[in-house]
């Protein structure tokens, strides 16, 4: 299957034969069952995640060959490609009006979607809040005991294949209305304050020790990070430009569902 879809990807007319189209098929249903994902976690805490780029390739596909078809729950209607799950009883999951989750996308039992969006190839993980009109893009991997506060908006990886999507890792709190998109991982435990926007570029400043240290893309385990600015110079004048700021750590020693609002409280931050 794997070799079938690599092979394939990108060449012409592979439409037409039915052995990529079933393998396409039959990855798109692991993924919505969970037995294959886009990126595989490391090994060991702090290690590198691994992109399974033939997995988002497939995704990528089945986009030239499923056909758009109307749906429609209740009073709603949609003309689409892409079948909505409506297995969420019998999966475990529970589902507030108007929680959506595309095909192709893999929700553990025990998570809680409120009227939000999952889209397809992403992964939310057991014991994890998805907030009402939070949105996991295509692709995104949110691990276990994740809180994902209103308006939270996680961003879709697809293009490049090899690209690594949105990870946000277990015990992460993601505060209201923050963006995270362009493949950041969120550590383990990390706590985001309301309004954080992170991008591949923005500059993450932890600001904790006498010198300041900038991360990119990665926002450390345990950390506790707030929105902020600082001036950089232009042709035009100076100005104040977006970044992160890490104000302190989570600890250990404190529980860790507790933690998540006890962390902002400590530091002075909104959730």
Request: proline letters at 6%.
């Amino acid at each position: 299957m794997q070799e079938l879809i690599t092979q394939s990807f990108g060449s012409p007319h592979w439409q037409q034969r039915g052995d990529v189209c079933a393998a396409v098929e039959d990855t798109i249903d692991r993924l919505d069952r969970g037995e294959l994902r886009v990126a595989s976690p490391p090994a060991e805490p702090g290690g590198e995640w691994r992109v399974n780029v033939w997995v988002k390739q497939a995704v990528l596909m089945y986009f030239s060959i499923a056909p758009m078809a109307e749906m429609e729950a209740g009073v709603m209607r949609w003309f689409d490609k892409i079948p909505l799950k409506t297995s969420h009883a019998a999966d475990g999951v529970r589902a507030v009006p108007p929680a959506t989750v595309r095909r192709g996308a893999y929700v553990e039992p025990g998570a809680i979607l409120m009227p939000s969006y999952v889209n397809i190839g992403a992964r939310v993980g057991k014991g994890t809040m998805v907030d009402t009109w939070a949105t996991v893009g295509s692709c995104a991997q949110v691990g276990r005991d994740v809180h994902l506060s209103g308006g939270v908006g996680l961003g879709g990886v697809l293009e490049p294949a090899a690209s690594a999507p949105v990870i946000i890792e277990d015990g992460a709190f993601i505060g209201s209305r923050c963006v995270v998109v362009e493949g950041v991982r969120v550590e383990r435990e990390a706590v985001l304050g309301a309004n954080v926007i992170l991008t591949s570029s923005t500059p993450i400043i932890d600001v904790t020790g006498s010198e300041e240290v900038v991360h990119r893309g990665r926002v450390p385990a345990r950390s506790v990070v707030i929105p902020g600015s600082r001036a950089k110079t232009f042709p035009a004048g100076t100005y104040q430009v977006p970044c992160a700021l890490i104000i302190g750590r989570r600890t250990e020693s404190t529980d860790r569902k507790t933690s998540l609002t006890q962390s902002l409280r400590e530091f002075g931050v909104q959730a």
